[in-house]
């Protein structure tokens, strides 16, 4: 059911509209200004708002800019009379989708709300797929949820976030996540390892230099963070920073502006800062290597990724992509797994993560000589024990002890099975003891041909 609301200082004409509106599948609620406007945004989630012109402005505060940063997801039509034309104007360059002119009716109103459902409709089936896409490729276990649902807070805020986790876990991925959900997704997403860059050169790569401020320097040049004006900026590896780099970070990050190496100018960036790095910066700050005022701007909120073998139940969405990735990238038509490489790659402990297991399909997909990849197509320190340290199953009392060595989707089928039958087929709790939605369950049952427990 779309909700929608409307909010306008003349009360009859609140009281007229909501008397007698009658758009099927909708709940319209009512705002009489722009506090209660601000208040409501921060209560309930609504799909479309009906918003006198008058209305948008609170005490010097934007309210589109307020709702988008709240609510990304609401769309805005301003209603304006011929008097407040130029205001309707500029509420569209600020974000809102349209605008309408009184005197209005109540059929003009649900004629501009029916004309705005598909495109409503469109973007929530689009944010259902991806939140299926988050939980193949991340995970949806307790750990990966819990991560999600924070990520879906803080996303749409300006608020700088810190990434931490091993190496591979897909910290820049998760950092692409926020923006892609924030209202800054159309705008520049700027990613850099900082220790890939020689130390001489930090400064001048992030913040830019001026013509002649060091040799080389033959013309005025931007840094990363202008870039990112207006978008995001992703600090990889933002640990091994230098300390003077350090000290311009903070400073960017306390007021939002910078200064290129040799200049006197300082300029005024909006862009939302997203570190990571797989250094433990709270003992950097204590033997002096990293600042700690820096450490606590950056931490604002913290998202820890878990190691891969900690997420098990992503392995066989992220193979499935990977291989999928690797034949367009190759033109090849590799469909899947021998027995033996499926179970080599489930029991494989990855300490690369994420990272490695890509390396490992792609070259795999590559020396595939039919449509299953091989034990022997795999890298060398997949194919034998004695490669790696490979990880143990616990014995399950469901299976004999030479049946716990699985194939992927096989330990995802029979783990999804015990628990219901542990829950007596309670669907719902299942889910909960799974770690995931009730609609992900249904979803995974019906992929495995299990109709007859998917409603």
Same mark, same amino acid.
């Given at each position: 059911?779309?909700?929608?609301? *409307?909010?306008?200082?003349?009360?009859? =004409?609140?009281?007229?509209v909501?008397e007698?509106?009658t758009?099927?599948?909708?709940?319209?609620?009512?705002?009489?200004g722009?506090?209660?406007f601000?208040?409501?945004?921060?209560?309930? %989630?609504?799909?479309?708002? &009906?918003?006198?012109v008058?209305?948008l402005?609170?005490?010097?505060?934007?309210?589109?800019? &307020?709702?988008?940063?709240?609510?990304p997801?609401? $769309?805005?039509?301003?209603?304006a009379?011929s008097? @407040?034309?130029?205001?309707?104007?500029?509420?569209l360059?600020?974000?809102?989708?349209q605008?309408?002119?009184?005197?209005?009716?109540?059929?003009?109103?649900?004629? %501009?709300?029916?004309?705005?459902?598909?495109?409503?409709?469109?973007?929530?089936?689009?944010?259902?797929l991806?939140?299926?896409?988050?939980?193949?490729?991340?995970g949806?276990?307790?750990?990966?949820?819990?991560?999600?649902?924070?990520?879906?807070?803080? %996303?749409p805020t300006?608020s700088t976030? *810190?990434?931490t986790?091993? @190496?591979?876990?897909?910290?820049?991925? *998760?950092?692409?996540?926020?923006?892609?959900?924030?209202?800054?997704?159309?705008?520049p =997403? !700027?990613?850099?390892?900082?220790?890939a860059?020689?130390?001489?050169?930090? +400064?001048s790569?992030?913040?830019?230099?001026?013509?002649g401020?060091?040799?080389?320097?033959?013309?005025?040049?931007k840094g990363?963070?202008?870039e %990112?004006d207006?978008?995001?900026?992703?600090?990889?590896?933002?640990?091994?920073?230098?300390?003077?780099?350090?000290v311009?970070l903070?400073?960017?990050?306390?007021?939002?502006?910078?200064?290129?190496?040799?200049? @006197?100018e300082?300029r005024?960036i909006d862009?939302?800062?997203?570190?990571?790095?797989?250094m433990?910066?709270?003992?950097a700050? !204590?033997?002096?290597?990293?600042?700690?005022?820096? =450490? =606590?701007?950056?931490?604002?909120f913290?998202?820890?990724?878990?190691?891969l073998?900690?997420?098990?139940?992503?392995?066989?969405?992220?193979v499935?992509?990977?291989?999928?990735?690797?034949?367009q990238?190759?033109g090849?038509?590799?469909?899947?797994?021998?027995?033996?490489?499926?179970?080599?790659?489930?029991?494989?402990?990855?300490?690369?993560?994420?990272r490695?297991? $890509?390396?490992?399909? +792609?070259?795999?997909?590559?020396l595939?000589?039919g449509d299953?990849?091989?034990l022997?197509?795999?890298?060398?320190?997949?194919? @034998?024990?004695?490669?790696a340290?490979?990880?143990?199953?616990?014995?399950?009392?469901?299976?004999?002890?030479?049946?716990?060595?699985?194939?992927?989707?096989?330990?995802?089928?029979?783990h999804? *099975?015990?628990?219901?039958?542990?829950v007596h087929?309670?669907?719902?709790?299942?889910?909960?003891?799974?770690?995931?939605?009730?609609?992900?369950?249904?979803?995974?049952?019906?992929?495995?041909?299990?109709?007859?427990?998917?409603?």
């Amino acid at each position: 059911m779309l909700q929608i609301l *409307l909010t306008d200082r003349d009360q009859d =004409f609140r009281r007229g509209v909501l008397e007698n509106w009658t758009l099927p599948d909708s709940e319209l609620s009512e705002a009489g200004g722009p506090d209660q406007f601000a208040e409501m945004l921060e209560a309930r %989630a609504f799909d479309l708002a &009906f918003v006198d012109v008058s209305c948008l402005w609170r005490d010097g505060m934007d309210l589109i800019s &307020f709702a988008r940063r709240r609510r990304p997801e609401l $769309e805005i039509v301003a209603l304006a009379d011929s008097e @407040s034309l130029p205001e309707a104007r500029a509420a569209l360059e600020r974000g809102a989708c349209q605008y309408l002119v009184k005197p209005l009716t109540v059929r003009e109103l649900m004629d %501009a709300a029916r004309r705005r459902t598909g495109q409503i409709l469109s973007t929530r089936a689009h944010r259902g797929l991806e939140t299926h896409v988050l939980e193949d490729l991340l995970g949806n276990g307790p750990a990966m949820q819990k991560i999600l649902r924070m990520v879906r807070k803080i %996303a749409p805020t300006t608020s700088t976030v *810190l990434i931490t986790g091993e @190496s591979g876990t897909g910290k820049e991925f *998760l950092a692409n996540v926020v923006h892609r959900l924030s209202p800054r997704c159309d705008a520049p =997403f !700027v990613a850099v390892n900082c220790g890939a860059i020689p130390e001489t050169l930090v +400064e001048s790569e992030l913040f830019g230099a001026r013509k002649g401020a060091y040799t080389g320097a033959a013309a005025d040049r931007k840094g990363l963070f202008e870039e %990112a004006d207006g978008g995001t900026l992703f600090l990889d590896e933002v640990g091994e920073l230098p300390p003077p780099a350090q000290v311009k970070l903070l400073r960017f990050l306390q007021n939002r502006e910078v200064r290129r190496v040799g200049d @006197s100018e300082t300029r005024t960036i909006d862009a939302r800062v997203l570190a990571a790095t797989n250094m433990d910066l709270q003992k950097a700050v !204590v033997e002096g290597r990293f600042r700690e005022d820096l =450490f =606590f701007r950056l931490n604002v909120f913290h998202l820890q990724l878990p190691p891969l073998r900690e997420r098990p139940e992503a392995m066989p969405h992220l193979v499935r992509f990977f291989v999928r990735k690797w034949n367009q990238v190759h033109g090849r038509q590799v469909l899947g797994f021998a027995p033996d490489a499926e179970e080599a790659i489930m029991h494989y402990p990855w300490p690369g993560n994420v990272r490695e297991l $890509e390396n490992a399909i +792609e070259h795999a997909v590559v020396l595939c000589e039919g449509d299953k990849i091989r034990l022997a197509d795999l890298p060398e320190t997949l194919q @034998s024990p004695t490669g790696a340290t490979f990880l143990a199953l616990p014995p399950s009392r469901e299976v004999a002890e030479d049946e716990t060595l699985l194939t992927l989707s096989e330990l995802e089928r029979r783990h999804i *099975l015990r628990v219901l039958s542990a829950v007596h087929d309670n669907q719902s709790e299942a889910a909960h003891r799974l770690g995931i939605s009730r609609s992900t369950l249904w979803r995974k049952l019906r992929e495995m041909g299990m109709e007859e427990k998917a409603p």
